[in-house]
């Protein structure tokens, strides 16, 4: 049995391999053709590590650093090289690294039980990974029962895994060996050390930040400390705190100790207050005429933007809606991208100049006839709508270049006040499982691309790639430009989710290229119990995806 060869497709070429081939072992024969690391691979769709050994015939690819599961991965890997690295520092299990979010680049953490983190301490993490990595040593998997794994880790001080492991349904629990430190991480792993050979920490604020290197980087840029984006992360910990939550396996008490009602009431009511504040700031200046409003997909800026404009009329002020769509270019006039399609999200898609003619002259005090796009005929109707704006008229202006001044270049920045929303921060799965925000926004746009498109997951997530590659190039470079961040991530809303998503991505095919992503989401929601959206207000930004909101989305 040992010596059956398996037909394999790799790189466009047919091979006969022994089975239980190392999967490693034909990473490096290939790895002179790519120019990323790779890091895992994946044999009929189903991802494996780079440890295993080939078992089933079929199509195998390589998962380099380029793609989102192998930057996942070698994330991952880094993050149990630096908490081996500080275990090793320390002395003890009793302070460890909790990743808190991502930041940049890089994951920002700090220490627990009050731990010091000075810059010689920082030095001495980053040596101690660099020598671990110069050892090459492995990263090995064993499967513990769960009771097992429970009792060892609430040993070791990591009460979280062992809140999150009490409700496991699973009876086995694959936990990570290096070096004798053993850990829990929800996802796979490069197979040694020697791969996590870019990487950087930086001190900041009370921690310390973990770089890594970024999509198709051979290097890891330099930190770039966002104050902005840091004060809006830490407000959402602070808020986990009043809340009694900080990780899901917390979530999860709260909601069979019969508490979910009031931790839903009191997230809703620190947003809701925190809206409210921002429409006083707005209103404090009666110079700003147009409140400008961008994030990425499903980051709920819609519902934001009625709620906002709320706020706005109980400050005295008469907001009125103004969509950037409308002034999109007809569409034999829109720019294409490299695969020949329509690039709707480029900023010449719009017709700036004539948005910023329509701008200058509301602001005049002038009456302006703004277009009206068609989306059927993919022009504008030759008749527009008549708008001019009064003493206590403000324009709430939504759309992805909200934030590029190139779209708003004739309006001076007194008149203007700029407002990120992306859900920022969600809880994580423990105190070293750090859950991307991307997860989160994907499982919104699912849900709400079922409801009201009638997609199914599979086709959300076929798409997501495309997504993200306009939310790089045209929102993300320019967050740091607006006035205030704001995150739309809810404490409670993966359990929310859970229910919704879960049907959907069951629904996935295992042959389809899709199934594995469908699996790995299928895999985080699992830790959740699920809440019922008869809990959720009406007025909530979860609303706008699951339905049933007031504002009819």
């Known amino acids: 049995m040992a010596d059956e060869m398996l ?14 081939t190392l999967l490693k072992t034909l990473a490096e024969e290939y790895q002179a053709q790519y120019p990323q690391k790779i890091v895992l691979a994946s044999i009929n769709y189903r991802l494996r590590e780079l440890s295993k050994g080939i078992t089933d015939e079929g199509e195998l690819h390589f998962v380099t650093t380029d793609e989102p599961a192998g930057r996942k991965a070698y994330r991952r890997s880094l993050t149990l090289l630096m908490e081996k690295a500080v275990h090793k520092v320390v002395g003890s299990y009793q302070s460890t690294a909790v990743v808190l979010f991502s930041i940049g680049h ?14 010689a301490f920082v030095k001495a993490v980053e040596e101690e990974m660099r020598s671990l990595v110069a050892q090459d040593l492995p990263i090995t998997k064993d499967s513990w029962n769960t009771e097992e794994a429970t009792a060892y880790f609430a040993g070791c001080g990591m009460k979280d895994k062992e809140a999150l492991f009490r409700y496991r349904r699973s009876s086995r629990i694959n936990v990570y060996n290096l070096d004798g430190y053993r850990d829990y991480y929800y996802g796979y792993m490069v197979p040694s050390t020697g791969y996590l050979d870019l990487f950087a920490i930086e001190p900041y604020h009370n921690g310390f930040v973990l770089m890594h290197p970024g999509k198709g980087e051979h290097e890891v840029r330099s930190f770039v400390p966002s104050d902005k984006l840091f004060s809006t992360l830490r407000e959402f910990e602070n808020w986990g705190e009043i809340c009694g939550i900080t990780t899901i ?17 009191t997230q809703e009511a620190l947003m809701e207050k925190k809206i409210g504040t921002l429409a006083e700031t707005i209103a404090a200046n009666r110079e700003k005429k147009f409140v400008m409003i961008a994030g990425p997909s499903s980051s709920g800026k819609t519902t934001f933007s009625y709620r906002l404009s709320i706020q706005l009329r109980a400050q005295g002020l008469r907001p009125h809606p103004f969509p950037l769509d409308d002034y999109y270019v007809d569409r034999e006039n829109c720019p294409k991208d490299a695969d020949g399609n329509y ?16 701008l200058t002259a509301l602001l005049a005090g002038e ?3 703004t277009p009206i796009f068609n989306f059927k ?5 030759p008749i527009g709508k008549r708008m001019k704006l009064e003493k206590d008229d403000v324009l709430v202006i939504e759309g992805i270049h909200g934030l590029n001044d190139k779209l708003s270049y004739s309006i ?24 991307p925000t991307t997860d989160a926004r994907l499982l919104r746009r699912i849900v709400r691309d079922a409801r009201t498109r009638g997609s199914s997951a599979r086709d959300t997530i076929a798409m997501w790639p495309s997504v993200r590659r306009g939310e790089e190039n045209y929102i993300f470079p320019f967050q740091e430009k607006a006035d205030v961040i704001f995150n739309s991530g809810h404490i409670y809303e993966l359990a929310v989710m859970k229910t919704y998503a879960e049907p959907l991505l069951f629904a996935v095919e295992k042959n389809s290229p899709e199934y594995q992503e469908a699996k790995r989401l299928l895999k985080f929601l699992d830790y959740c119990l699920p809440i019922p959206s008869e809990e ?16 009819g989305l």
Do not use: W
Not at 249 to 265: H, K, S, T, Y
Not at 343 to 357: P, R, S, W
Not at 537 to 544: A, H
């Open 343 to 358: 690039d709707f999200e480029c900023l010449e898609a719009l017709d700036v100049e004539q948005l910023n003619k329509d």
């Open 377 to 381: 005929t993919g022009k504008r109707e």
């Open 536 to 551: 959720i207000g009406s007025n909530s930004l979860i609303r706008e995806f699951i339905g049933g909101g007031c504002f």
């Open 367 to 369: 009456e302006v006839e």
């Open 249 to 265: 396996g917390d979530l999860n008490d709260a909601i069979v100790e019969g508490r979910i009602q009031d931790v839903i009431l």
């Open 106 to 119: 890089g994951y920002y953490c700090e220490m627990t039980e009050g731990y010091p983190v000075t810059e």
């Open 7 to 20: 037909r394999i497709m790799v790189a466009g070429e047919e091979r006969l391999v022994k089975r239980k």
């Open 412 to 435: 001076a920045p007194e008149h203007m006040f700029k407002v990120y929303i992306s859900a920022l921060a969600v809880l994580n799965i423990d105190e070293h499982n750090y859950l």
